[in-house]
């Protein structure tokens, strides 16, 4: 079954940092673009940034300098680091094949003290 994964959510205080995950069972992961969105309570999903085929990544300007998404193909693995986590940071993420149009499931981050 083609899907995306998503592992890593929970809660975090302000400064903190968190990882999350996506893991792809989808053939063409390797030559796939991938990106992370996010979906704060009340407000429209939104782009947090997203990492080529080719390594190259672009961010939100939000998140530029605090978050950061690599990807694995030999794991089919795709990840989004994030420091500095602020409460306004609080949302369900989404990793997204962007190539194949796959969408995780979500996993909820909050930053809260």
């Known amino acids: 079954q083609v899907q995306l994964v998503e592992s890593g959510g929970g809660s975090v205080q302000p400064g903190g940092s968190l990882t999350i995950s996506c893991t792809a069972s989808?053939?063409?992961?390797?030559?796939?673009?991938m990106a992370w969105y996010r979906q704060a309570p009340g407000k429209e999903r939104e782009l947090v940034g997203f990492?080529?085929?080719?390594?190259?990544?672009k961010y939100g300007d939000s998140v530029k300098g605090r978050f950061t998404i690599s990807k694995d193909n030999d794991k089919m693995t795709c990840s989004l680091q994030m420091n500095n986590l602020k409460p306004e940071d609080t949302a369900v993420y989404y990793c997204?094949?962007?190539?194949?149009?796959?969408w995780g499931q979500g996993t909820q981050v909050t930053v809260s003290s």
């Open positions: 990492i080529t085929a080719g390594g190259s990544t």
């Open positions: 989808i053939p063409h992961f390797g030559v796939d673009t």
């Open positions: 997204r094949d962007v190539s194949s149009d796959i």
